[in-house]
């Protein structure tokens, strides 16, 4: 019997023309209308023996979301067969927690490592790796700078490590891990030798050059959706990290080593992903690990080439700052007297030897020339702050100046009162006296000259003071002054003993010398350590700048990691 079907294109939902169907029944009429692409809305019997043929509609396309979720699902399933299950990507990510957690067990600040710390789990280092420790090359590949460069480094590994690792293989995904990080240690070795280099940061910018010279030389077997997904993440992650590399304590040597070496391993285990291009694997595995050999053995011979002496200029330097460490030690705990003591005594001693030693050093490494003579003119400004800052430290008797009471109270000045009576009572009877006939050794007369030499001591200071300022005339008093009263004192003591007539005045005028000798010499030593201290100040200000221009040069290290 025949049927006329009416129904709408399921695509567009646009009214399609009737369909005339010739069939049994009315379901089958339907079922004929469906076959053709239509959604039947209605099926009406007809007595017409003529059929409206309804053309065949095309099958509906896919949508490009479909596209890309068929394209990457297919793309999965090779993988998978490839390398069925991802073992090497997770024993690399335990060995580094497992690293990390046993330097935490036992010690070692979680959050902020020290030099020493990382160096003794194997950092790499290049006084250390260039003198018979190349281990460090390797083992730097695990020893992470904090839990929060482990966890960064770990979560961009994870991002592709699965996916690289199913396309290279186990083998060939850890040797392109190795290679590429040995490959980050060695440029930074031989670009800065003097910095700590630690991290899985070079291997895993390896990890992502080899994904990208896998996108180029396998883009015609990877599907187009893939490919361009996969190649924009790679670009934006190594473009934002060479960046971020750029910020100070970062190694972007290691990071563009390790990227550049990773590429190569790419383009050496590159293959398509037909099962006999994969049978012919092992070939190029062993080139690989062969590569990785090389480059290692020579990546040292040409470090050591360009900085020969660097360990001894290392040493050098650690003596340097060990002594340095001591100085910063011991100005929070000792005196004066103690401080400066360890100055001369120890620390000024070795000081001086490790300059000597580090300017007789030859061959420098070329890179450092500069390096060693700034440090060479830091460690002699260093030592003249230190000199100065000894004497500054000695002038003990600058304190009695510094210290003087403003007003003096009632005590000090009735002595002096007392004493000024005493020695003026005392030339005025050494200027009446007469001699006594029956005294043959002239001591009156000496006395008498002697008081004379005094009052003229009393003169002449009154007089300078009036006249020079403050630093000139504390010069007069070291030059002149000083050393004249030093000779009456001793004149004195070579007139002893004295009658019992001569001795009270000779007593007085002694306790005025003790007096003024009691003032000068303070007021002396102050000017000295106004002196020194102001030329401490100023070595310490230039050693301070010296130190501070030699951080900022490439390959400078002043100190060593502590």
Not at 13 to 30: I, K
Not at 418 to 434: C, G, I, M, R, S
Not at 544 to 552: E, L, T
Request: charged share 20%; hydrophobic share 45%.
């Amino acid at each position: 019997m025949p049927y006329f079907v009416y129904g709408t294109d399921p695509k567009t939902g646009d009214t399609v023309s009737r369909f005339f169907a010739t069939a049994a029944t009315e379901a089958d009429a339907r079922q004929q209308a469906e076959r053709q692409g239509v959604r039947v809305t209605a099926v009406v019997p007809s007595h017409s023996t003529s059929a409206i043929v309804l053309p065949e509609l095309p099958p509906p396309q896919p949508t490009e979301a479909e596209v890309i979720r068929d394209e990457t699902a297919a793309f999965d399933r090779t993988l998978e067969a490839i390398t069925p299950r991802v073992v090497v990507t997770y024993w690399l990510i335990g060995a580094n927690a497992l690293v990390f957690l046993l330097m935490t067990a036992l010690g070692v600040n979680p959050l902020a490592p020290s030099g020493a710390d990382l160096l003794r789990w194997g950092a790499e280092y290049g006084p250390r790796t260039t003198d018979g420790e190349s281990w460090r090359l390797f083992s730097s590949l695990f020893v992470h700078i904090g839990i929060t460069h482990l966890v960064y480094n770990m979560i961009a590994f994870l991002y592709v490590a699965r996916t690289v690792e199913r396309m290279l293989g186990h083998v060939g995904f850890l040797l392109t891990y190795l290679v590429a990080g040995l490959a980050g240690g060695l440029w930074a070795l031989i670009y800065n030798p003097t910095q700590i280099h630690a991290g899985a940061s070079g291997a895993i910018f390896g990890i992502y050059g080899a994904l990208l010279a896998l996108l180029l030389r396998d883009r015609k077997t990877i599907p187009p959706h893939v490919l361009k997904q996969l190649r924009s993440f790679v670009i934006v992650f190594i473009i934002y990290n060479l960046v971020n590399s750029l910020r100070p304590q970062i190694s972007m040597t290691a990071h563009v080593g390790g990227m550049v070496g990773g590429f190569l391993c790419g383009l050496v285990l590159a293959t398509t992903f037909a099962a006999p291009a994969r049978a012919g694997r092992t070939p190029r595995h062993l080139a690989l690990a062969l590569g990785g050999v090389v480059l290692c053995v020579g990546g040292i011979a040409v470090a050591d080439a360009r900085y020969p002496n660097l360990n001894p200029l290392i040493t050098l330097l650690d003596r340097g700052y060990t002594a340095m460490a001591k100085f910063n030690a011991a100005q929070k705990k000792l005196s004066d007297a103690d401080f400066a003591t360890l100055i001369e005594h120890d620390l000024l001693p070795e000081w001086k030897a490790t300059h000597a030693a580090l300017t007789q050093l030859a061959p420098v490494p070329p890179g450092l020339q500069t390096n060693v003579e700034a440090i060479a003119n830091y460690m002699v400004l260093r030592q003249q702050h230190w000199e100065a800052l000894t004497n500054v430290l000695r002038q003990a008797k600058a304190g009695a100046w510094i210290n003087q009471p403003v007003r003096m109270d009632t005590e000090e000045m009735d002595r002096r009162v007392n004493l000024q009576l005493a020695y003026t009572h005392a030339a005025v009877d050494l200027d009446f006296a007469k001699p006594n006939p029956s005294d043959h050794s002239g001591k009156l007369q000496r006395l008498q000259q002697l008081a004379g030499r005094v009052k003229a001591l009393d003169d002449r200071e009154h007089t300078e003071n009036m006249r020079l300022d403050f630093d000139k005339f504390s010069a007069f008093l070291e030059n002149d002054q000083l050393p004249e009263l030093h000779n009456i004192q001793q004149a004195f003591a070579d007139l002893s003993p004295l009658s019992h007539e001569l001795e009270p005045d000779a007593a007085a005028m002694l306790d005025h010398l003790r007096d003024k000798q009691g003032e000068w010499e303070p007021r002396v030593a102050y000017s000295h350590y106004e002196h020194w201290r102001d030329e401490a100040d100023k070595k310490r200000s230039q050693a301070n700048d010296a130190a501070r221009a030699i951080r900022d040069m490439r390959g400078a290290r002043l100190l060593a990691p502590n």
